[in-house]
């Protein structure tokens, strides 16, 4: 008989034992994440909606009350309704778009939950030999234009200079309670970090394309953000 350490087979049962513990451990530590970003949800929105204020909250809350209302009339036979009006609205494919009533808009702009702007007109405005240049001194923004001749037609300079002089310019001087509350909570989803920085660089975006980028990034974790964000942007 050869010599050395013979390996005795483990009983089926035993091996089937072992593979549930493994099983359940794993579905635990899934429920567990889950249950972690669930609670990491759920601070971030009560840290945005403490933020936003009690009136702001309740604005805003009617209005994504009327938006859902408008999806289920709208998609009645959709399981993901938000988003199939996203992809509508991305793909320039929507049959109606979703609006708020003047009356309500206004009342919901003279709240905190949007920007507060006011209208400047150019303190100076001058031609250099080249460029058109214009100062607001208040918010000490500088700019230039380029003068465009067109093809048989004399470019007057004095007219577009005056033409610049009346063109006037919007000027944040009350930041919204809204902008402030999701900046509170910009790094709890990838979604937010994303608008808010495509927001800084180049303001209020086109429709299709923040339908196209919350499409892509939306999950059941983030709807709740996704749907003010989306609206908001949209009467920015």
């Not at 567990?32 to 971030?44: F, P, V, Y």
């Not at 999950?219 to 920015?236: D, L, P, S, V």
Request: charged share 30%; proline share 4%.
């Amino acid at each position: 008989m050869p010599c050395g350490t013979r390996t005795i087979p483990k009983p089926l049962a035993t091996i089937i034992k072992q593979v549930k513990k493994i099983i359940i451990v794993i579905f635990s530590l899934i429920i567990i994440s889950c249950n972690e970003d669930s609670k990491r949800n759920l601070d971030s929105v009560k840290k945005f909606e403490r933020i936003l204020g009690e009136k702001e909250v309740s604005y805003l809350d009617e209005m994504i009350k009327d938006f859902e209302i408008f999806l289920n009339q709208n998609y009645p036979d959709q399981e993901l309704k938000f988003k199939s009006y996203l992809t509508d609205i991305s793909e320039s494919q929507a049959d109606i778009y979703w609006e708020i009533k003047p009356t309500d808009l206004r009342k919901y702009k003279e709240s905190r939950l949007f920007n507060k702007y006011n209208e400047s007109l150019p303190d100076t405005v001058w031609f250099d030999g080249r460029t058109i240049n214009y100062e607001y001194t208040e918010h000490q923004v500088t700019g230039e234009i380029i003068p465009i001749q067109k093809r048989a037609k004399r470019l007057n300079i004095d007219s577009a200079i005056l033409a610049v002089k009346n063109e006037p310019d919007f000027f944040i001087i009350e930041q919204s309670l809204f902008n402030i509350a999701l900046d509170s909570v910009r790094l709890s989803d990838s979604l937010i970090n994303k608008y808010l920085n495509a927001k800084d660089a180049s303001g209020a975006l086109p429709p299709s394309s923040l339908a196209r980028g919350i499409s892509y990034s939306l999950n059941e974790e983030n709807e709740y953000f996704a749907k003010r964000i989306y609206i908001m942007n949209r009467f920015e």
